[in-house]
């Protein structure tokens, strides 16, 4: 069982930044690829960007402008989120997963979890 654990979060004012981490279990963590979702109040989990096991990136358009880098360290088994100019809308949870679908197509599930940090954005 491959198990998560996000940090980082917390109380920012607009404009601010943070650094959300995200510390994978799974000895065989360089092979996953990974992603950041979010989930506000009354809104569905959303994506937010991606890695590959690779390092290849991804970003929602959400995240397009510039304000998320996605990155790994495969030496501490570590994703993160870089968030700089984060705006109220951007209070949400922050979710991590690990997925092997890429590698083992759609039996490989919907990968793992963690419980989520959150990031709250205001004045």
């Known amino acids: 069982q491959v198990q998560l654990v996000e940090s980082g979060g917390g109380l920012v004012q607009p404009g601010g930044s943070l650094r959300l981490s995200c510390a994978v279990s799974a000895i065989t963590f360089s092979i996953y690829d990974m992603a950041w979702y979010r989930q506000a109040p009354g809104k569905q989990r959303e994506w937010v960007a991606s890695i590959t096991s690779g390092g290849r990136t991804d970003y929602a358009y959400s995240s397009e402008e510039g304000r998320c880098t996605i990155s790994r360290d495969n030496a501490e088994n570590t994703v993160y989120l870089q968030m700089n100019s984060l705006k109220p809308e951007d209070t949400a949870v922050y979710y991590c997963?690990?997925?092997?679908?890429?590698?083992?197509?759609?039996?490989?599930?919907?990968?793992?979890w963690g419980q989520g940090t959150q990031v709250t954005v205001s004045s």
């Open positions: 997963n690990a997925n092997l679908r890429r590698l083992l197509g759609e039996p490989a599930g919907p990968g793992y």
